[in-house]
T-cell receptor, first 111, second 110 residues
Framework: DGGITQSPKYLFRKEGQNVTLSCEQNLNHDAMYWYRQDPGQGLRLIYYSQIVNDFQKGDIAEGYSVSREKKESFPLTVTSAQKNPTAFYLC??????????FGQGTRLTVV | SQQGEEDPQALSIQEGENATMNCSYK?????LQWYRQNSGRGLVHLILIRSNEREKHSGRLRVTLDTSKKSSSLLITASRAADTASYFCATVTGFQKLVFGTGTRLLVSP
């Protein structure tokens, strides 16, 4: 089955820790995206990548980092510099300017 | 900042009624898309309209785009309780940047 997979579904982070969220797609899409969603809010763009080994900052990149070493994978690291990381994180991929396909999300909580 | 602002923020209607949501955006776009999100889940694509199109239909959905006003609307006809969800517009600008609006929460009561 083709699709986009995020893991884990739930993640707990201690203060001062870095954590990495996984996003994998087998749709052969060039573009991949990371969004943050706070309760009752819209999606805010963190980072996006149009091609392997290249990525651009979105509107709220501070405290986050990404890599795009493979077409299929676009992991997001939430660093200790992100002061308020508790949120729902969504990954998406798309082919050129067509519809985006979303993963089921990772809910990150700071404990 | 959000590219799109949606109006209303929340909408409550009865089954069988039509629901209209509006989206305004700030910059030139390649296309505009509408998505649906059920609570706590990922988003599902509904419809895409390109910058050179003015209207598009898909089943009970009708989307319009007015690039001179930088606005779009989504009409859901004959709403059902199962249409209850949040609806988001999203714009694609240069370099495949996909930016979402603030969303409209739709509640359809039986």
């Amino acid at each position: 089955d083709g699709g986009i997979t995020q893991s884990p579904k739930y993640l707990f982070r201690k203060e001062g820790q870095n954590v990495t969220l996984s996003c994998e797609q087998n749709l052969n899409h060039d573009a991949m995206y990371w969004y943050r969603q706070d309760p009752g809010q819209g999606l805010r763009l963190i980072y996006y990548s149009q091609i392997v080994n290249d990525f651009q900052k979105g509107d709220i990149a501070e405290g986050y980092s990404v890599s795009r070493e493979k077409k299929e994978s676009f992991p997001l690291t939430v660093t200790s510099a992100q002061k308020n990381p508790t949120a729902f994180y969504l990954c998406a991929s798309s082919f050129e300017d067509t519809e985006a396909f979303f993963g089921q999300g990772t809910r990150l909580t700071v404990v | 900042s959000q590219q799109g602002e949606e109006d209303p923020q929340a909408l409550s209607i009865q089954e069988g009624e039509n629901a209209t949501m509006n989206c305004s955006y700030k910059t030139s776009i390649n296309n505009l898309q509408w998505y649906r999100q059920n609570s706590g889940r990922g988003l599902v694509h509904l419809i895409l309209i390109r910058s050179n199109e003015r209207e598009k239909h898909s089943g009970r959905l009708r989307v319009t785009l007015d690039t001179s006003k930088k606005s779009s609307s989504l009409l859901i006809t004959a709403s059902r309780a199962a249409d209850t969800a949040s609806y988001f517009c999203a714009t694609v600008t240069g370099f495949q940047k996909l930016v979402f609006g603030t969303g409209t929460r739709l509640l359809v009561s039986p």
